[in-house]
């Protein structure tokens, strides 16, 4: 893939800083957008090639009009998953001693992420709430504030000084970017892959929610994360997004797949792509009586009883 | 079908009566056996083309026998069954006052099966143990005992005169007998078929017997029986004889024997054939999502996803 | 337990044998009944203590009679199971070479349990039907016949000779038996016990046997056997036996039978008695969250939740 | 309940509004906080006597950190849930045709969800972000800009008059606030309640949450929301939240809250309080074998049965 990226700016943020690390998006165009409803618009409209957008534990609270979009409008695909871990840093024009700090400027989530750390570190400093990240480091480069809380990224734009790194009071949270393209031929399997689906089920029974894990776990495809969502559409209809291991081509995620579209109000298949793995990990292979050759001796079985 | 019938005799027991309800059997050749395991080796000899014996619910104990020949040995397949109501009467070489019977024949399975009404209409007479129901018409028309407990069936045969109908204490009891042959082309659905299955499981686990079961329940597919039997060859090791709704040639009936393949040591297909109701009864279609056209579209979906 | 024992008779067969290895009963009055039903009845009047009847996997074929009379009359317990190893022997008055053999005397299921070793063996005997295992000896010593398919317990009752031991095809077979009593105080666990329990359901949807199961392993317990018998009573309700791991007075094991009382339309309670095993073997505890400790803290969390 | 309340701030957003449907606040001292945390820190630190905190479809992204805070820290619960139906206004300091705006203020998120709204009839307007619906109303007071997308709590307060009412995409969108004290003693069920718990487990099996739903099926207790978070302190821990049907004290929402006590790594009781409903609308009873009195009854039972 090359051309022109879209992402949820503006420049400065972790978006850019997950984007730089694909390599045709180093290279090539990067387009930010006001909203990730205008980043999607752009592929969709083929101004963009591809969008890279926050999926999951943003802080920018991106996360449902996220999931909102992938079902809405013409289908776009998941071809991959970057993920960034989310480190603050406190920046300031030059060094300054913490103590001396009068004002920071943050973007109102980035503050409550750091909370704990602030209210040890610089109790007497008063946050200023602004619109991005991005945006603190510029009023901070400005002198408009005493220092930012930012992303990395932001450092050496404005050419702040880091005063603090990982700030953060959850030293592990991460941000799940999805990078995303008009539907085209998939990537065949790697082996350790993750299908993103999404389903409208009623969900004020619990016996729907049941029946679509038992067809996951019929053909023992496990689950990486579930959510669910309002449709706003009818009270009462919810849609579930799920990751799961595997990828379509593989004959358990496949079947699986079948049965959710058999008993599923409707099923979205939003990508099958490799997982992305901050710490190396040995992907868990199909469990016994589940791997694509049992999936054809049981075929072939069949096929004999059946005299076909 | 014509030819040779091989069926658990003796002559003038239920299950003779029931292979007479079998319209080729009836103008065929019908030989008696001692045993059901010699009736299924006339089979596999090639010696008869079918064989009768009683499966489910039998007055004989045959049941045990009858399951486990047909996972020994070379394979048998069901292709009929026969559903045929267990009416005991009490007959004699003359019409008799019951108040005048001082010894009566009978099978011990019978007479248990009529305890209540024998206790209650001939409290006094002495009821004798013999071999089989066809015995006890025997003894009776010999003159050795005065009176019978037997099958209609061997009223005409023995010439003897009926004293009392349907004794048995229940009125409703049906004894179910299989036709079996060698394995050939099945017979097509007809839409109302029972598929009967044997599976090996580890079954001291309550979890192996859920796995077996959610198979099913995911394709819709419902049981009518379920019986555990013990193999023998290795303690805690359990074969379950299961009777389904449907047609093995058919979508939801397929993909969960696919299913139990994978998942099962072993897995016996016994045969899909037509279901006998004594009473009509509308047969129950597939539930929606769960029909032919739902597993070819979700198949065809499914096709279009991966673009093959 | 002392005093009066009835079992299924004649003398001489494998559940008379079986009840000797109960310590009461062999220095008790043994009463051999002629059938289950009258073994039972001898303890419902009162005229017997106890009776031990065959439950499974029997010779005779009464096991279905067994579990039929254990739901219907009034209420009786197992308080004990005996399992037997199932050994027949070929026994003759004198010792005789096998190859002299014309005629052996036989239960027609015994001799359908020893077929293949018959085949292999006698080939040129004639096997002819008798009553019971007993009856077998008795007409061997009697002279009618020249060797009789017999219980060890036969042989020295009648003073006969074995020519051959373990003649049985299947080596393993054992018979399981249950010495049934009057209702009364239960015996306490020992932590190695079987409770066995009657359901009726309708199962004719797999779904009603799956929540049957779900209620088991919810609460981590265990199948040992399951058994399905139409009731006669109506077509399509069944009534399942299910042995059970553990004792109604563990935590475990009753809140799962609270929870099958609310879901089916009727529960036997037959009896939590010790666990009867041929080889030692370690119990298996139960699982981390479903010991009497875990039930005992979950309560009293709630508890406090609620304020009560 | 009466005092301090304290909600997410500023004045005048959609907090404000739902927090003054709450008879007791209306009457009260109303806090605003700039944060989920600060407001939920004055409940723990006894500055407010309770907090309003959006808690689901908001349009401030302030859902994940009000799950998250609601696990962390000393124990909150919630008392209380308020559905507030999102209803957007265009407004201005003076009634101006549409084609004469050239700026308007709005929040990214409200502009996000009446994106197609502004585009079909606000084509050529700029819009400008800011920091919350809030200030967008005081920015359009201020005359800083032509107009403001807003809550209709800005417009009286900021004296403006409004150009179109329902600007949202959606017109059904709700957000949903929780109303949060310390811990005390709860109120008795309603009939209509909800029930709001936090679990961690593992859910890189989807065992792992098929158990947890089973728990809930078993016991008839439904699911109106489950989200899944990360716990950030270990990768591949999660904590679910799930809303049930049923209060507490009902034995099937108790019975089944101990199963998931027995089961999971951590439970937390977030409260049951009763359910707001924007139509009236009966609520469903405990269906047939899951009331109390049918626990009640199976509790009886085996205590007879124990002896106990």
């Known amino acids: 893939m090359a051309g022109t990226f879209a992402y949820l700016g503006p420049e400065g943020t972790f978006t850019e800083a997950a984007l730089r690390t694909v390599s045709a998006a180093e290279h090539g165009v990067r387009i930010p957008a006001r909203s990730v409803p205008e980043a999607l618009e752009a592929v969709r409209s083929g101004e963009a090639d591809a969008a890279l957008v926050p999926l999951e534990n943003s802080v920018g609270g991106a ?3 996220t999931l909102d979009e992938l079902i809405t409008g013409s289908p776009l695909m998941i071809t991959r998953e970057v993920l960034l871990p989310v480190e603050f840093v406190l920046a300031a024009r030059e060094a300054t001693p913490l103590a001396g700090l009068r004002t920071i400027a943050a973007h109102p989530q980035a503050s409550a992420q750091c909370r704990h750390w ?5 109790p007497d400093a008063v946050v200023v709430d602004v619109l991005s990240n991005a945006a603190a480091a510029i009023h901070a480069a400005a002198g408009e504030y005493d220092a930012a809380l930012c992303a990395p990224i932001g450092v050496g734009r404005n050419n702040l000084t880091v005063l603090a790194e990982k700030v953060a009071d959850r030293a592990e949270a991460v941000t799940r970017f ?3 393209s008009k539907p085209g031929p998939l990537a065949p399997p790697t082996g350790d ?3 993103s689906l999404a389903l409208s089920i009623r969900h004020d029974q619990v016996g729907a929610l049941l029946a679509v894990l038992t067809e996951l776990a019929v053909r023992g495809v496990n689950l ?3 959510e669910s969502r309002p449709t706003g559409e009818q009270l009462g209809t919810y849609v579930f997004f799920l990751d799961c291991t595997g990828h379509v081509a593989e004959s358990r ?3 699986a797949m079948r049965g959710l579209r058999r008993i599923c109000a409707e099923v979205w298949f939003l990508g099958s792509y490799p997982k992305h793995r901050l710490q190396p990990e040995a992907p868990v ?3 016994k009586g589940l791997t694509d050759d049992d999936f054809a001796d049981s075929a072939a079985w069949l096929a004999a009883l059946r005299g076909t």
Do not use: C, K, Y
């Open 118 to 122: 602030l209210q040890a570190n610089v």
């Open 253 to 255: 995620v496949g079947e």
């Open 285 to 287: 292979p199909a469990p």
């Open 63 to 65: 996360i449902p009009v």
């Open 178 to 180: 999805a990078l995303l």
């Open 224 to 226: 990486s994360r579930i």
């Open 193 to 195: 892959d993750v299908t």
